[in-house]
């Protein structure tokens, strides 16, 4: 009955009594930041601090501000694990960076936010797009952004697309096309094609 007990109150030591081998008491202060199911945490503690200076330290606290040192020691503990080298300085440090780069990101969403709605009360808007917002963009955003605006379709094109789709040239020559292009095979390409047709008949 005796060896029964034992074992019941060794199985449900906190981890801090289960590592020192011995019997986990009602004040155990250890006990309810380090419960029987989270030994590795408490390993993390032990090694970061050790045991003996973890509890001197939540000894002296009262209550509140117990839970918070023993959440911010399992904390540090933890992310120590992770990164033996920088532990929470390199979290921070990273989070900070985020916060950084983040805040440059939105300062300049409000400049263009701003430069946008000067430019619409202005009325000097150029296919949608404020030219000043044009202007600041790099020359390779700019020819990018009028080739999308002034695209219009050559024989290039045409027959780069139907290369890859299989397609005979022929069909789709710009200059001399007067035959409705029909290609059974490919139905879901009938609109696609119908466009061409009329790009072509337009020209």
């Known amino acids: 009955m005796e060896s029964n007990l034992s074992t019941s109150n060794n ?4 981890a801090a009594c289960r590592f020192q081998r011995r019997r986990c008491g009602s004040n155990c202060v250890l006990a309810p930041y380090f419960p029987h199911d989270r030994q590795n945490q408490f390993l993390n503690a032990h090694r970061l601090f050790g045991v003996g200076r ?3 330290m939540l000894k002296t606290l009262d209550p509140q501000n117990r839970d918070i040192a023993a959440s911010t020691i399992i904390y540090q503990s933890d992310m120590r694990a992770i990164d033996p080298v920088g532990g929470c300085y390199s ?3 990273h989070l900070q960076s985020q916060i950084e780069s983040t805040e440059a990101e ?4 409000l400049q263009h936010l701003a430069s946008f709605k000067a430019q619409a009360s202005s009325g000097n808007i150029i296919n949608g797009t404020p030219q000043s917002y044009l202007e600041s963009m790099p020359l390779e955003l700019q020819q990018q952004q009028q080739q999308y605006v002034s695209y219009n379709p050559s024989q290039e094109d045409i027959n780069t697309w139907a290369l890859q ?3 005979p040239l022929s069909h789709l020559s710009i200059e001399d096309n007067q035959e409705p292009v029909v290609d059974s ?3 879901d390409q009938k609109p ?3 466009f061409m047709n009329k790009i072509n008949s337009d020209v």
């Open 91 to 93: 979290l921070i440090h």
């Open 54 to 56: 973890i509890t001197n």
């Open 192 to 194: 696609v094609l119908d």
């Open 185 to 187: 095979g490919y139905d």
């Open 165 to 167: 789709n299989s397609i």
């Open 106 to 109: 939105l300062h300049l969403v």
């Open 11 to 14: 199985t449900q030591a906190c």
